[in-house]
C-alpha cells in the first residue's frame, strides 16, 4: 500500500523558516516524480514544487519561487520542503503528492495527510 | 499560466441524482485533465484522469469526458459518500493548476 506522511508542520512567525518532510513507503520512491501541493484553510488548491526522480530537475510556483526549495533522498525514502522568509499567504495545509511514474502528465496519484504551516505575525 | 474554471461552485442533489461538473481551461490541454474528490479534513483522492481514464479503485459511477478546453465529470447516481467538494487540474503544463472546486451538499 502506498503510503506518504508528512511532518515538519507547525507555528512559525512572520519571516522564519520551516523544513517539511514527507516518509514514503509501499513503492519504488526512487522511480516517482514528486510534488508539494498546498491548501490554504477554507480554500482550493496550489501547486507549490515539483521534483524529477533522480533529483536533478525542481520547478516551483512562483508564489514560492527564492523562498523554497524542494529536495528529495532517495536512500531515506524522503521528499523534503526547506520554508525560508515564511509570509502569513504560506499559512496552510502542505501535501506531499506522487506524480505518475515517467513524470508527465502531471498529476497526482497519491496524497499524504498533510501537514499544517501556521504563519503568524 | 493555464486558467480553470469549474461550475457550479455548489450544488445540492438527492442520493440516486445524476450530478455533473464542468471544468474548462482558458486554453487548450488535449486530455490531460484530472478530478479529484476531498472530503472534509481529508487529502484529495485521485478519481480521473487523462479526462475519462478511471483510477483503480474508484467507483464506475464516476465518468468523466471532454477534451481541448472543455470537460465534465458526471457522478451517475450520487451515493451517501461522495458528498463532497470536487477539483479539476490541468496536468498538461506546468505549473498544475487547479479549478476553484465544486461542493456536492446534499439536498
Known amino acids: 500500500e502506498v503510503q506518504l506522511v508528512e511532518s515538519g508542520g507547525g507555528l512559525v512567525q512572520l519571516g522564519g523558516a520551516l523544513r517539511l518532510s514527507c516518509a514514503a513507503s509501499g513503492f519504488a520512491f526512487s522511480s516517482y516524480e514528486m510534488n508539494w501541493v498546498r491548501q490554504a484553510p477554507g480554500k482550493g488548491l496550489e501547486w507549490v514544487s515539483y521534483?524529477?526522480?533522480?533529483?536533478?530537475?525542481?520547478f516551483s510556483a512562483d508564489s514560492v519561487k527564492g523562498r523554497f526549495t524542494i529536495s528529495r533522498d532517495n536512500a531515506k525514502d524522503s521528499l523534503y520542503l526547506q520554508m525560508n522568509s515564511l509570509r502569513a499567504e504560506d499559512t496552510a495545509f502542505y501535501y506531499c503528492?506522487?506524480?505518475?511514474?515517467?513524470?508527465?502528465?502531471?498529476?497526482?496519484?497519491?496524497w499524504g495527510q498533510g501537514t499544517l504551516v501556521t504563519v503568524s505575525s | 499560466d493555464i486558467q480553470m474554471t469549474q461550475s457550479p461552485s455548489s450544488v445540492s442533489a438527492f442520493v440516486g441524482d445524476r450530478v455533473t461538473i464542468t471544468c474548462r481551461a482558458s486554453e487548450g490541454i488535449a486530455r490531460w485533465l484530472s478530478w479529484y474528490q476531498q472530503k472534509p479534513g481529508k487529502a484529495p483522492n485521485l478519481l480521473i484522469y487523462?479526462?475519462?481514464s478511471l483510477q483503480s479503485g474508484v467507483p464506475s459511477r464516476f465518468s468523466g469526458s471532454g477534451s481541448g478546453t472543455d470537460f465534465t465529470l458526471t457522478i451517475s447516481s450520487l451515493q451517501a459518500e461522495d458528498f463532497a467538494t470536487y477539483y479539476c487540474q490541468q496536468a498538461n503544463t506546468l505549473p498544475p493548476t487547479f479549478g476553484g472546486g465544486t461542493k456536492v451538499e446534499i439536498k
Open positions: 521534483i524529477s526522480s533522480s533529483g536533478e530537475t525542481k
Open positions: 487523462a479526462a475519462s
Open positions: 503528492a506522487r506524480g505518475p511514474l515517467g513524470g508527465y502528465p502531471y498529476y497526482f496519484d497519491s
